[in-house]
């Protein structure tokens, strides 16, 4: 396809995969799962703006707070809200599990839209971890809580007594089929976006009709992303409390 | 670039995207969990505990202010009150006062009135007794004047004039 493009428009090469290459920091060869890769430097990376956020910017515990503590407390008080009204008063204790997620996925996908940058939750590896992760705790939590009660959730008693063996099958199946979509629809929006962000990009190298054409679209497209990068953080974190309630109160 | 191309194609594996080369989903998934890890660690160590202790402070704070400004609120209220009450008192004083100094006045304009109406009474008496007096007066000269003349008439009648019936004539006259 990429060599297609620059065969026909001469000297125009799209690549918008490349973008998402898992590529060794130093030296060559095979990439190991303990290698040193910008998979690696990206995820530093965001750890180190979450300190710079969230540990830094709180240092003076100021009850006036400075900008960036203003920024660390209301994401703190966004997350904590959605814990507490989702999950009821006995999801709190879960509350730093979800915060970690929620500010790992928020600061890498935006980490993702500087530009020569790599974006960790566009691939399916890490968002497949993420969701399944939720899905074995969320499961465990719930027979620990509830025991076998916590089948309960797949047998929905509201229902006419026929019409619950049919409901059950539906319920297990939407119940195995959260972790995938759970991760797909992280990794594939960010995907997406940037690849078309990299197809705009590429279009721009083509002349003076279409390029300003295709940076008006890139500038577009791109304002859309940040606006994608935070929902879909918040979508991750808020069908994850969604899940946490099911397993602490699995009735309907 | 055909050389790119192809390496690029054997890199990324199936369909061309490099989401779905397996061979680095060991080293994405181990980089994740020891991010997630120390992630983990800062929050719950660190940052969480601190950040919710600065919102908890703020809210103290808040709820500690609200609680004095109720409090001043309930003073100003109190001094309101006092104020109204002075203000009520002192309309009450004023209001005695004046009803005071009304009663007192009532009482020296009954005493002068009272002492007018006896030296106007007294006046009055004197003036009735000089009128007495002068009425008599008067009575008497009219009398005289009246035997005199009555004699004078009779004498020019050609008659001779009793003294004691004249009198009595003129009295009894007078006196109807």
């Known amino acids: 396809m990429a060599d297609e493009a620059h065969s026909a428009e001469g000297g125009l090469s799209f690549h918008p995969l490349d973008q998402f290459e898992v590529h060794r920091l130093f030296g060559e060869g095979p990439i190991h799962w303990y290698t040193i890769t910008n998979v690696t430097m990206w995820m530093a990376i965001a750890v180190v703006c979450i300190v710079l956020l969230l540990v830094i910017g709180t240092r003076k515990r100021a009850v006036v707070p400075s900008r960036t503590q203003s920024v660390a407390e209301t994401l703190y008080g966004f997350v904590y809200t959605m814990v507490e009204d989702v999950t009821g008063k006995d999801g709190i204790k879960y509350f730093p599990y979800i915060f970690t997620l929620f500010i790992f996925i928020l600061i890498s996908n935006f980490l993702g839209l500087l530009p020569m940058s790599f974006t960790t939750t566009s691939h399916i590896a890490v968002t497949a971890i993420l969701a399944f992760a939720v899905f074995f705790t969320v499961t465990i939590i719930g027979f620990v809580k509830n025991g076998a009660a916590f089948l309960g959730l797949f047998w929905v008693s509201s229902a006419p007594l026929a019409l619950r063996p049919i409901l059950a099958i539906i319920e297990v199946i939407s119940y195995f089929v959260r972790p995938v979509s759970h991760s797909i629809r992280l990794a594939g929006n960010l995907m997406a976006g940037h690849a078309v962000l990299k197809v705009f990009a590429g279009f721009a190298q083509v002349g003076f009709i279409i390029a300003p054409v295709a940076i008006l679209g890139v500038v577009a497209i791109y304002a859309l992303e940040v606006l994608v990068s935070a929902i879909q953080a918040y979508v991750f974190t808020i069908l994850t409390c969604v899940y946490l309630k099911d397993a602490l109160h699995p009735s309907h | ?176």
Not at chain 2, 62 to 90: C, P
Not at chain 2, 116 to 136: F, G, L, V, W
Not at chain 2, 138 to 154: C, G, M, N, S
Request: charged fraction near 25%.
């Open chain 2, 1 to 176: 670039m055909a050389d790119t191309a192809v390496e690029h194609g054997a890199e990324a594996g199936g369909a061309g995207m490099p989401q779905l080369d397996f061979s680095t989903f060991p080293n994405q998934i181990f980089w994740l969990v020891v991010t997630l890890i120390v992630i983990y660690f800062i929050l719950s160590r660190v940052a969480l505990p601190r950040i919710g202790a600065v919102l908890a402070e703020r809210q103290g704070t808040i709820t500690n202010d609200i609680a004095a400004a109720e409090e001043l609120k309930q003073r100003a209220q109190e001094a309101e009150a006092a104020y109204e009450k002075a203000l009520v008192d002192a309309r009450a004083e004023a209001g005695k006062i004046v009803d005071t100094a009304k009663a007192d006045i009532q009482a020296e304009l009954d005493v002068q009135l009272a002492k007018a109406d006896a030296e106007i009474a007294a006046q009055t008496a004197e003036s009735e007794k000089a009128i007495a007096e002068i009425q008599a007066g008067a009575a008497d000269a009219v009398k005289a004047v009246a035997k005199d003349t009555a004699k004078e008439i009779v004498a020019a009648m050609g008659g001779k004039a009793d003294a004691k019936a004249i009198t009595a004539a003129v009295t009894a006259r007078m006196k109807g």
